[in-house]
């Protein structure tokens, strides 16, 4: 059992950062692939990103390639997400999500879920 809780949200300009934490809970923490998925006003949640239990091995959508970042410190079982040159169509809440099956974070059939952080981007 992975309980996750996201924190790190916000208003931000256009062309702004912002860092997405996600910590999670449980001795197996370490051996779950961790992901990062999206949900904006009136539409349907989408991917954003997804690294391996190691961290080595990272997957982003087209839409966030070269601007967002995943990575994970598995000792304080916590995974971030890195948002650079943020645009307005960013603007989700942003939710976490962790799996023992590394496709099922891409596909959004994850065993885990936390509760979502809100971003905001102004242009």
């Known amino acids: 059992q992975v309980q996750l809780v996201e924190s790190g949200g916000g208003l931000v300009q256009a062309g702004g950062s912002l860092k997405l934490s996600c910590a999670g809970s449980?001795?197996?923490?370490?051996?779950?692939?961790m992901g990062w998925f999206r949900q904006a006003p009136g539409k349907e949640r989408e991917f954003v990103a997804a690294?391996?239990?190691?961290?080595?091995?990272?997957y982003y959508a087209d839409s966030v390639k070269g601007r967002f970042t995943i990575s994970r410190d598995n000792s304080k079982n916590t995974v971030y997400l890195q948002m650079n040159s943020l645009k307005p169509e960013d603007t989700a809440v942003y939710y976490c999500?962790?799996?023992?099956?590394?496709?099922?974070?891409?596909?959004?059939?994850?065993?885990?879920w936390g509760q979502g952080t809100q971003v905001t981007v102004s242009s």
């Open positions: 999500n962790a799996d023992d099956i590394y496709s099922h974070l891409i596909s959004g059939e994850s065993d885990y």
């Open positions: 449980g001795p197996t923490f370490g051996r779950y692939a």
């Open positions: 690294c391996t239990w190691s961290g080595f091995s990272t």
